[in-house]
T-cell receptor
Framework: GAVVSQHPSWVICKSGTSVKIECRSL??????MFWYRQFPKQSLMLMAT?????????EQGVEKDKFLINHASLTLSTLTVTSAHPEDSSFYIC???????????FGSGTRLTVV | AQSVTQPDIHITVSEGASLELRCNYS??????LFWYVQSPGQGLQLLLK??????LVQGIKGFEAEFKRSQSSFNLRKPSVHWSDAAEYFC????????????FGKGTKLTVNP
């Protein structure tokens, strides 16, 4: 089945620095990928929809200048948390729509800790 | 707007007991329906999905779910729970209008007692 690879699985960064998270679709092309944020013991909150070759679509309340999304190829989307602050610490998960009938495939997530 | 309700925040069952996790949705038409499982610190794994056809859907790990249109429900079941089933379970829906956005329930945490 479809596989989505997400890296890194965890990262610790200093306040004010930027962090890039990669999401790759393996063995299939994903014109659309999704980025979610999950707070402890809560459900997933959709942050943005990443579209290959065009600008991402952000959900209401998500700062597009804070969370930069680039979907430069059919197999790679990146999320960059710019000027990270402790409140950005969270679990970030990407997903991609695979082959018809496969539903969504999720990456393994990235635990971001900003100190 | 689409919404998904998982009424049970936390369920505890004994190993070997049967399990049912509830999911109700609110949507104008029948959406696509999914159940995902998440282990701590991990991404989500698809257990099963309903697109059309037979309303009883078989998934991985011995799980099944039944779509009931009249009740707008898509409850997840397993006849005999294993300790490794302890995890967070999410029900999700997606509209058929091409939006391709998943809407998740808040999740049900499953604890399995030995």
């Amino acid at each position: 089945g479809a596989v989505v690879s997400q890296h890194p699985s965890w990262v610790i960064c200093k306040s004010g620095t930027s962090v890039k998270i990669e999401c790759r679709s393996l063995d299939f092309q994903a014109t659309t990928m999704f980025w979610y944020r999950q707070f402890p013991k809560q459900s997933l909150m959709l942050m943005a929809t990443s579209n290959e070759g065009s600008k991402a679509t952000y959900e209401q309340g998500v700062e597009k200048d804070k969370f930069l999304i680039n979907h430069a190829s059919l197999t790679l989307s990146t999320l960059t948390v710019t000027s990270a602050h402790p409140e950005d610490s969270s679990f970030y998960i990407c997903s991609a729509w695979g082959q018809p009938g496969d539903g969504y495939t999720f990456g393994s997530g990235t635990r971001l800790t900003v100190v | 707007a689409q919404s998904v309700t998982q009424p049970d925040i936390h369920i505890t069952v004994s190993e070997g007991a049967s399990l049912e996790l509830r999911c109700n949705y609110s949507y104008g038409a029948t959406p696509y329906l999914f159940w995902y499982v998440q282990s701590p610190g991990q991404g989500l794994q698809l257990l099963l999905k309903y697109f059309s056809g037979d309303t009883l859907v078989q998934g991985i790990k011995g799980f099944e779910a039944e779509f009931k249109r009249s009740q707008s429900s898509f409850n997840l079941r397993k006849p005999s729970v294993h300790w490794s089933d302890a995890a967070e379970y999410f029900c999700a829906v997606e509209g058929r209008g091409g939006s391709e956005k998943l809407v998740f329930g808040k999740g049900t945490k499953l604890t399995v007692n030995p």
